[in-house]
C-alpha cells in the first residue's frame, strides 16, 4: 500500500484547508484530494475520509502544519528569525514570518488541535511545522511578479512539486487555502524522504526555553 502524507493549513470558518498526498521518492508530490473546513475536527474527518478510499490511517506516515508547533519563553522564535533572514534575498518583505505573538487565534489553536487529532489517530506519523508562503519563496513559485496574495503563482509555477492531478493542481493555484495545505505536505514529503534540497531548522531551539506543544518533537523543514 502506497504511504500517505497529509498537510493542514489551519485557520478560520470555511479557511481551514486540507490536503492528502501519496509518497512518491521524488517531485512532484502526487495529490490525492484537497479540501476546505470551518475548524480541526471537520478537517481531519475530511482528510479521513479520503484515506478510507485509498489506504488506512496506519498508512499516514507524515503530515506538514501550517502552525507554529513549540513556543518560546523569552521572546521570538530563533526559526522564525531563521526563515525571517532568508526571506529578503528572495525579495518579500520579513513581514510574511510573522512571531508567534503576532498571530491570530484560529491558526495557534487549531494547528494545536489538528496536531494531536493526528497523533490520537495515527500514533507512529511524523509531524513538522511548515510555512508554505515563505516555501513559496525560497523555492521559487513566489517572485516580484507573482507576489501571493494579490498575485498567485499559476499551475506552471507549482507542477514542478505538486501535482498531478490537473484538476487539483489547479484548485492549488486558485484557492490559497488549497495551496498552503499541499505545501505543508510538501513539507512532510520533504522530511519524510529526508530530502536533499530541504533541512530541518528545530534544532535552533533548545531548552529550557523551548516548549513543545506536542511529544514527541515536531521537526521544521523548510527548503535550504
Known amino acids: 500500500m502506497t504511504d500517505l502524507i497529509l498537510g493542514f493549513d489551519p485557520g478560520g470558518e470555511d479557511n481551514f ?3 492528502v498526498a501519496q509518497n512518491n521518492p521524488n517531485t512532484p508530490l ?11 475536527h471537520d478537517a ?15 498508512d499516514v506516515k507524515a503530515c506538514g502544519i ?27 518583505a520579513s513581514g510574511t514570518v510573522q512571531a508567534v505573538n503576532s498571530l491570530q487565534g484560529a491558526c495557534l489553536a487549531q494547528g494545536i488541535l489538528i496536531a494531536r487529532l493526528i497523533q490520537n489517530a495515527c ?7 511548515a510555512h508554505p508562503k515563505a516555501a513559496m519563496w525560497l523555492l521559487g513559485i513566489a517572485t516580484n511578479i507573482k507576489r501571493p496574495p494579490l498575485i498567485g503563482p499559476q499551475d506552471s ?4 512539486w505538486i501535482g498531478p492531478p490537473a484538476k487539483l493542481l489547479a484548485a492549488c493555484a486558485s484557492f490559497d487555502h488549497k495551496r498552503d495545505a499541499a505545501i505543508g505536505a510538501l513539507t512532510a514529503w520533504a522530511m519524510l ?3 536533499l534540497t ?23 523543514w523548510i527548503p535550504a
Not at 30 to 40: F, H, I, K, S, T
Not at 123 to 129: D, L, S, Y
Not at 157 to 160: A, F, G, T, V
Open 198 to 220: 530541504w533541512k530541518n531548522i528545530a534544532s535552533l531551539e533548545t531548552p529550557p526555553h523551548r516548549h513543545d506543544l506536542i511529544s514527541p518533537k515536531p521537526e521544521y
Open 30 to 40: 502526487q495529490l490525492v484530494e484537497m479540501g476546505v473546513a470551518d475548524n480541526a
Open 17 to 19: 484547508g486540507w490536503c
Open 157 to 160: 509555477d507549482l507542477q514542478k
Open 44 to 58: 481531519f474527518e475530511g482528510a479521513k475520509a479520503i484515506i478510507a478510499k485509498v489506504a488506512s490511517l496506519a
Open 66 to 92: 501550517d502552525a507554529p508547533l513549540h513556543w518560546v519563553d523569552n521572546g521570538d522564535r530563533q526559526v522564525d528569525k531563521h526563515v525571517r533572514d532568508r526571506i529578503p534575498q528572495r525579495d518579500l
Open 123 to 129: 500514533p507512529h506519523v511524523k509531524i513538522t511545522e
Open 193 to 195: 524522504n529526508n530530502a
